[in-house]
T-cell receptor
Framework: KQEVTQIPAALSVPEGENLVLNCSFT??????LQWFRQDPGKGLTSLLL???SQREQTSGRLNASLDKSSGRSTLYIAASQPGDSATYLC??????????WGAGTKLIIKP | GAVVSQHPSRVICKSGTSVKIECRSL??????MFWYRQFPKQSLMLMAT?????????EQGVEKDKFLINHASLTLSTLTVTSAHPEDSSFYIC????????????FGEGSWLTVV
């Protein structure tokens, strides 16, 4: 069974710290993996998309890595800001194109 | 800009009424569209997969007569929640696959449904 797990479920850190969010998946034969951000009461914002042939993607202060052999992806946020507070979702696509979602990590950045 | 437009972004309806949510691909032909639902503090769950011109395939546990999905054109899919109840209150989001461009999947911004 294909599953996506995100740990921790919640994380609170002081402003300015670098942090890492984790995503693990059970089947390494993925098509791609995506990281999304969800703000309370709002929709999803796509952050980074990593194809199965890639090892990492970067966008501004965000860096996502992919290790298919170990079934893991990490989202690294540098120099965190209060505006980064949101729920971060990891979603993995396998051969049927549908995405399997993690339950998310709720991130709070304290000023 | 957004390549998948979902409307409305927020809707409040009375219990027992029906509400329709639209999902449009703006710059591509969406051969397949997916509808997801997310309850508070839970991950998004796939409700159904629809291919243009054919009946949607529903996931186990999703009532097809309650959640009507129509994918009549390559740019539009609709989800109608019929006889809505408060427990149907949720976040609904669609995604569309661009079959002509590497099978990239794009997401709508989601719709918050509140049934009162």
């Amino acid at each position: 069974k294909q599953e996506v797990t995100q740990i921790p479920a919640a994380l609170s850190v002081p402003e300015g710290e670098n942090l890492v969010l984790n995503c693990s998946f059970t089947d390494s034969a993925i098509y791609n993996l995506q990281w999304f951000r969800q703000d309370p009461g709002k929709g999803l914002t796509s952050l980074l998309l990593i194809q199965s042939s890639q090892r990492e993607q970067t966008s501004g202060r965000l860096n996502a890595s992919l290790d298919k052999s170990s079934g893991r992806s990490t989202l690294y946020i540098a120099a965190s800001q209060p505006g980064d507070s949101a729920t971060y979702l990891c979603a993995v696509s396998w051969s049927n194109y549908q995405l399997i979602w993690g339950a998310g990590t709720k991130l709070i950045i304290k000023p | 800009g957004a390549v998948v437009s979902q409307h409305p972004s927020r809707v409040i309806c009375k219990s027992g009424t029906s509400v329709k949510i639209e999902c449009r691909s703006l710059d591509f032909q969406a051969t397949t569209m997916f509808w997801y639902r997310q309850f508070p503090k839970q991950s998004l769950m796939l409700m159904a997969t629809s291919n243009e011109g054919s009946k949607a395939t529903y996931e186990q546990g999703v009532e097809k007569d309650k959640f009507l999905i129509n994918h009549a054109s390559l740019t539009l899919s609709t989800l109608t929640v019929t006889s809505a109840h408060p427990e149907d209150s949720s976040f609904y989001i669609c995604s569309a696959r661009d079959g002509l461009s590497g099978n990239t999947i794009y997401f709508g911004e989601g719709s918050w449904l509140t049934v009162v």
